[in-house]
């Protein structure tokens, strides 16, 4: 057993990781320098605190602290992510994982009796970044995604998920879902910088999680006539840039319109991308998001239609295309109540950002504490906790993960 480590503490030690000095805070895509000295630095952790560590094939890193007689069945797991959006900020997942290290080291503290195995896992891509789809480790766990697609999956430079995979010692042949391991996993408890102003308004440090809305991310690409912006009249242009434009225009116009609906554009790349250079085409992405998938869909569809006319009256032509969906999830209501009883004072939130415990909530129990962030900004520099909220947070997923280490049958007797 090692002394207690804290959770700023451990932040601490990763805070220079992935600095992006030209966007601002933190870019740790999958498989990047920064994510791999991440993923060495949990390694280490896990070891110091001898846990059995165990990547699965899909690059999850599983450290477990494993019962006396070995027996995984119906085990618990905790844990996050380590993998940033571009210029991110610096607890979206990390805090989750420093959190799992400090909340294991405070129950052997405790010296606790339990009878199931816990374990804490970092799940690769969640933020889909790099290859666009999020949650991309566990969805292969949990057979959301077809190997194949995964495996075609592209970066910006055009690099499959196969090729950069293999290079990161990872065999593409062997990605994909994870039977045996999903078996042993009983339930699944994710702690999460609030992603909101949620816990700011309520003057509360803690949450826990009701729901994740529902989100989809969609490509469009938009071509034209690329030429020499010296030599081509304003009257002889078909300019995929002026229809992006205009189509994103109208996007936020369409998402205005539909109450708690949410359509963003954050990334939008011309080609060939010259200052001089009329663009021959022009990709951008939709991240879309409302508590109805019905109603997400129904937004997209006009969207997409939207999209066509304004293509059209450009002279334009556009492709449309699906690149990652997650349904609107709510959090196993048994699983959340046994939180709400370890941590009576936490109030409930939903939250419109994704997580890895939002696609395994499809097949095992999974429930989610949420750590006070007084900006209230998130994917951003401004992203923050304070320290004191940040060790209550690892205190109450130790408090939340002690009673559920004591599977049913022993907790009648306790
Ligand atoms: O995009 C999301 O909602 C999450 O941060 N991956
Ligand atoms: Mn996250
Ligand atoms: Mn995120």
Redesign the pocket.
């Given at each position: 057993m090692i002394a207690t480590a804290s959770v700023t503490g451990l932040m601490r030690d990763i805070e220079h990781l992935g600095i992006d000095l030209r966007r601002g805070g933190y870019s740790r895509p999958m498989f990047s320098t920064a994510e791999a000295d991440l993923r060495s630095w949990f390694i280490a952790e896990a070891e110091r605190r001898d846990l059995s560590v165990e990547p699965d094939l899909n690059g999850a890193i599983w450290a477990w602290w494993d019962l006396p007689n070995g027996n995984r069945e119906d085990a618990l797991i905790t844990g996050s992510h380590l993998d940033?959006?571009p210029g991110?900020g610096q607890f979206?997942?990390p805090l989750g994982v420093a959190s799992a290290l400090v909340a294991l080291d405070e129950l052997q503290k405790r010296e606790i009796s339990r009878d199931r195995a816990l374990s804490i896992v970092v799940f690769p891509e969640?933020?889909g970044s790099r290859f666009g789809v999020a949650c991309l480790g566990s969805r292969l766990m949990a057979g959301a995604i077809s190997p194949d697609v995964a495996r075609n999956l592209r970066d910006a430079e055009g690099n499959t998920f196969a090729e950069i995979a293999r290079k990161h010692g990872l065999d593409p042949e062997h990605i994909g879902p994870q039977p045996e391991l999903m078996a042993q996993v009983g339930a699944f408890v994710e702690l999460h910088v609030e992603?909101g102003r949620g816990l700011i308004d309520l003057n509360q440090p803690i949450a826990i999680a009701s729901s994740i809305i529902g989100h989809g991310r969609w490509r469009i690409s938009v071509y034209g006539q690329g030429n020499h912006a010296g030599t081509t009249l304003m009257s002889d242009r078909r300019d995929p840039m002026i229809a992006a434009a205009r189509m994103v225009v109208k996007i936020r116009d369409l998402a205005t319109g539909e109450s708690d609906a949410r359509a963003t554009v954050g990334r939008l790349q011309p080609v060939p991308g010259g200052t001089n250079v009329i663009a021959s085409r022009v990709d951008f992405w939709i991240d879309v998001r409302h508590p109805d998938d019905a109603v997400t869909a129904h937004l997209v569809e006009d969207i997409r239609e939207q999209a066509e006319l304004i293509a059209a009256e450009e002279s334009c032509t556009m492709e449309f295309r699906e690149e990652s969906i997650s349904p609107t999830v709510s959090f196993d209501a048994s699983l959340s109540k046994r939180l709400q009883e370890s941590l009576p004072s936490a109030p409930i939130l939903s939250t419109g950002?994704?997580h890895d415990a939002g696609v395994l909530a499809a097949s095992i129990p999974s429930a989610m504490i949420f750590v006070r962030n007084p900006s209230g900004i998130?994917?951003s520099p401004e992203e923050y906790v304070e320290d004191a909220d940040a060790e209550l947070g690892g205190t109450a997923l130790a408090d939340a993960l002690q009673p559920l280490l004591l599977n049913v049958s022993s907790r009648a007797e306790a």
């Amino acid at each position: 057993m090692i002394a207690t480590a804290s959770v700023t503490g451990l932040m601490r030690d990763i805070e220079h990781l992935g600095i992006d000095l030209r966007r601002g805070g933190y870019s740790r895509p999958m498989f990047s320098t920064a994510e791999a000295d991440l993923r060495s630095w949990f390694i280490a952790e896990a070891e110091r605190r001898d846990l059995s560590v165990e990547p699965d094939l899909n690059g999850a890193i599983w450290a477990w602290w494993d019962l006396p007689n070995g027996n995984r069945e119906d085990a618990l797991i905790t844990g996050s992510h380590l993998d940033s959006v571009p210029g991110g900020g610096q607890f979206d997942g990390p805090l989750g994982v420093a959190s799992a290290l400090v909340a294991l080291d405070e129950l052997q503290k405790r010296e606790i009796s339990r009878d199931r195995a816990l374990s804490i896992v970092v799940f690769p891509e969640e933020e889909g970044s790099r290859f666009g789809v999020a949650c991309l480790g566990s969805r292969l766990m949990a057979g959301a995604i077809s190997p194949d697609v995964a495996r075609n999956l592209r970066d910006a430079e055009g690099n499959t998920f196969a090729e950069i995979a293999r290079k990161h010692g990872l065999d593409p042949e062997h990605i994909g879902p994870q039977p045996e391991l999903m078996a042993q996993v009983g339930a699944f408890v994710e702690l999460h910088v609030e992603q909101g102003r949620g816990l700011i308004d309520l003057n509360q440090p803690i949450a826990i999680a009701s729901s994740i809305i529902g989100h989809g991310r969609w490509r469009i690409s938009v071509y034209g006539q690329g030429n020499h912006a010296g030599t081509t009249l304003m009257s002889d242009r078909r300019d995929p840039m002026i229809a992006a434009a205009r189509m994103v225009v109208k996007i936020r116009d369409l998402a205005t319109g539909e109450s708690d609906a949410r359509a963003t554009v954050g990334r939008l790349q011309p080609v060939p991308g010259g200052t001089n250079v009329i663009a021959s085409r022009v990709d951008f992405w939709i991240d879309v998001r409302h508590p109805d998938d019905a109603v997400t869909a129904h937004l997209v569809e006009d969207i997409r239609e939207q999209a066509e006319l304004i293509a059209a009256e450009e002279s334009c032509t556009m492709e449309f295309r699906e690149e990652s969906i997650s349904p609107t999830v709510s959090f196993d209501a048994s699983l959340s109540k046994r939180l709400q009883e370890s941590l009576p004072s936490a109030p409930i939130l939903s939250t419109g950002a994704g997580h890895d415990a939002g696609v395994l909530a499809a097949s095992i129990p999974s429930a989610m504490i949420f750590v006070r962030n007084p900006s209230g900004i998130s994917h951003s520099p401004e992203e923050y906790v304070e320290d004191a909220d940040a060790e209550l947070g690892g205190t109450a997923l130790a408090d939340a993960l002690q009673p559920l280490l004591l599977n049913v049958s022993s907790r009648a007797e306790a």
